[in-house]
């Protein structure tokens, strides 16, 4: 059985930051080439944030590149989301998603202007 459990959302003024972290347990195989985040905002469908590319760096949505920096640990078995220059429409329910199949519950990011 597959958990993941981010953490780390909260509410920050526009142009603050925050750092989202996704944690895995369960019987798989843990592997950042597999892993990714995504986002819903209210009223609309969820979407890719970022993911691992094959050579070991990120690919970003656009609306994200930049100031959005996709890191982990394959040891603890962990994904970070580090967030900087947060716009009001950065917020959003952000999901860590394993083999795009896994789905945590999700963490909050509201950002205020």
């Known amino acids: 059985q597959v958990q993941l459990v981010e953490s780390g959302g909260g509410l920050v003024q526009a142009g603050g930051s925050l750092r989202l972290s996704c944690t895995a347990s369960?019987?798989?195989?843990?592997?950042?080439?597999?892993m990714g985040w995504y986002r819903q905002a209210p009223g609309k469908e969820r979407e890719f944030v970022a993911a691992?590319?094959?050579?070991?760096?990120?690919n970003y949505a656009d609306s994200v590149k930049g100031r959005f920096t996709i890191s982990g640990d394959n040891a603890e078995r962990t994904m970070y989301l580090t967030m900087n220059n947060l716009k009001p429409e950065d917020t959003a329910i952000y999901y860590c998603?394993?083999?795009?199949?896994?789905w945590g519950p999700g963490t909050q990011v509201t950002v205020s202007s």
């Open positions: 998603n394993a083999y795009k199949y896994h």
């Open positions: 369960g019987r798989f195989v843990f592997r950042l080439s597999t």
């Open positions: 691992f590319s094959s050579g070991g760096s990120g």
